[in-house]
Nanobody, 127 residues
Framework: QPQLAESGGGLVQAGGSLRLSCVDS????????MAWFRQSPGKEREFVAA????????YYGDSAKGRFTISRDNARQTVYLEINNLTPEDTAVYYC????????????????????WGKGTLVTVAS
């Protein structure tokens, strides 16, 4: 089963950029669609982006369109999330997720269906 470990979070000034990484130490990374969710203090966990098994069909939540880019490198068993022009509203714990299933346009409502989760990495955006 996937064992997910996020990294790349930290403190960044508004307007800056970050690249988050999630490494799967399991044995079947390419069998899983990968996704990123985030949870801000006092808010529900929110879908950010998903990418299919081979890296195609990137899909983004409404709040992520335009500033976020998801990608994966199956050889490195890693999924990435690039965030540009960060704002304080991007402050959140960002979670990596893996699932055998592709949820199409319904990723935003699949929080309770996701098979595997990482422990999260904290992104703090200072104004």
């Amino acid at each position: 089963q996937p064992q997910l470990a996020e990294s790349g979070g930290g403190l960044v000034q508004a307007g800056g950029s970050l690249r988050l990484s999630c490494v799967d130490s399991g044995r079947a990374f390419s069998s899983y669609a990968m996704a990123w969710f985030r949870q801000s203090p006092g808010k529900e966990r929110e879908f950010v982006a998903a990418v299919s098994w081979s890296g195609g069909s990137p899909y983004y939540g409404d709040s992520a369109k335009g500033r976020f880019t998801i990608s994966r490198d199956n050889a490195r068993q890693t999924v990435y999330l690039e965030i540009n022009n960060l704002t304080p509203e991007d402050t959140a714990v960002y979670y990596c997720a893996a699932d055998h299933r592709w949820y199409g346009s319904t990723w935003g409502s699949r929080d309770h269906d996701i098979e595997y989760w990482g422990k999260g990495t904290l992104v703090t955006v200072a104004s």
